[in-house]
């Protein structure tokens, strides 16, 4: 449990420090009168399948399951709200294992694509 509860927390705090310095590249693009650019992450907590994948002739790492399909559905999930200019959106699972190390908000409960069950969805604001 320990391995997961920082994979969670490393995961989210690399999403933080993205955000952050596609913050103050947006501010440089921005002082020099450049479009500037927005980007959304999704981060999901569960089992994945991780390896190289193929036969002899072409090999290919890959990361395989439901976490990684739900990670993306996170990220994909209604575009029109974009409420800065990096959104990061977690689930549940991936916010059990925050303690309490970021700010989030409840950005609801949804139906994502490909999904049976409503997944629990926050956003993150930042460390605390």
Not at 119 to 124: A, I, R
Request: charged residues 25%.
């Amino acid at each position: 449990k320990q391995e997961v509860l920082l994979d969670a927390q490393r995961a989210v705090e690399c999403a933080v420090a993205i955000a952050e310095h596609l913050e103050a590249m947006n501010q440089n693009w921005r002082s020099l009168g450049l479009p500037t650019i927005q980007m959304r992450i999704g981060i999901f907590t569960g089992p994945v399948v991780v390896g190289s994948l193929g036969g002899k002739d072409r090999l290919e790492y890959g990361v395989l399951g439901d976490s990684v399909n739900t990670a993306a559905r996170l990220e994909a999930c209604e575009k029109d709200r974009q409420p800065n200019n990096c959104r990061i959106l977690i689930a549940k699972e991936t916010l059990v294992f925050l303690e309490d190390k970021f700010k989030v908000e409840s950005w609801g409960l949804l139906a994502l694509k490909g999904k049976k069950q409503m997944v629990d969805v926050y956003l993150v604001l930042g460390r605390r």
